[in-house]
Antibody
Framework: EVQLVESGGDLVQPGRSLRLSCSTS????????MSWVRQAPGKGLEWVGF??????????HYAASVKGRFTISRDDSKSIAYLQMNSLKTEDTAVYYC??????????WGQGTLVTVSS | QTVVTQEPSLTVSPGGTVTLTCASS?????????PNWFQQKPGQAPRSLLY???NKHSWTPARFSGSLLGGKAALTLSGVQPEDEAEYYC?????????FGGGTKLTVL
């Protein structure tokens, strides 16, 4: 059974950093690109970015709103994807989801982890 | 700034048919935008429904179908069930980046 579990969400002050993890099981992690999507309270979904598989250089792509502040990485030996968030702003407050894809069909989603940026 | 536009809300009767659309500010949506559709119910994570315009996942009910319609991506629900009441989001590909639509709140009434 494919499972994605996000963790690391917390209350953090503006300007600080936070790292989220997406722990996976039930599939060969190294064969799949992985994405992060967020949802601010009461708002719609926002694509954050994704990381390709190592065969494609593990290249990353980001939304303009987070480019230069957020970094996605992966540890294929642990089947974990990460989202490093620096210089956090209040508008980064959201539930953060990881999902499998998009180089393969975007299919499975985690349950999300809440990040609150507030002083 | 690319904008993907969906109907904010739609209402459909049980057993009826409804079509949700997804438009791009850059012009007509084609298969090259690899339209995806997702369903989200309150308090839950999104669920993937369709990918690459009209391809279903193994769990996608047969009443959901995708197409390109009048320069937009479209999601059609035929024989709507009460449990289809939810928010629906489309997602389009823009050469390395992806953009979600604002979502359509579907009410079954």
């Amino acid at each position: 059974e494919v499972q994605l579990v996000e963790s690391g969400g917390d209350l953090v002050q503006p300007g600080r950093s936070l790292r989220l993890s997406c722990s996976t099981s039930g599939f060969t992690f190294g064969d799949y690109s992985m994405s992060w999507v967020r949802q601010a309270p009461g708002k719609g979904l926002e694509w954050v970015g994704f990381i390709r598989i190592r065969a494609y250089g593990a290249t990353t792509h980001y939304a303009a709103s987070v480019k230069g502040r957020f970094t996605i990485s992966r540890d294929d030996s642990k089947s974990i994807a990460y989202l490093q968030m620096n210089s956090l702003k209040t508008e980064d407050t959201a539930v953060y989801y990881c999902t499998r894809g998009p180089d393969s069909p975007i299919d499975y989603w985690g349950q999300g982890t809440l990040v609150t940026v507030s002083s | 700034q690319t904008v993907v536009t969906q109907e904010p809300s739609l209402t459909v009767s049980p057993g009826g048919t409804v079509t949700l659309t997804c438009a791009s500010s850059t012009g007509a949506v084609t298969s090259g935008y690899y339209p995806n559709w997702f369903q989200q119910k309150p308090g839950q994570a999104p669920r993937s429904l369709l990918y690459s315009t009209n391809n279903k996942h193994s769990w996608t009910p047969a009443r959901f179908s995708g197409s390109l319609l009048g320069g937009k991506a479209a999601l059609t629900l035929s024989g709507v069930q009460p449990e289809d009441e939810a928010e629906y989001y489309c997602l389009l590909y823009y050469g390395g980046s992806w953009v979600f639509g604002g979502g359509t709140k579907l009410t079954v009434l």
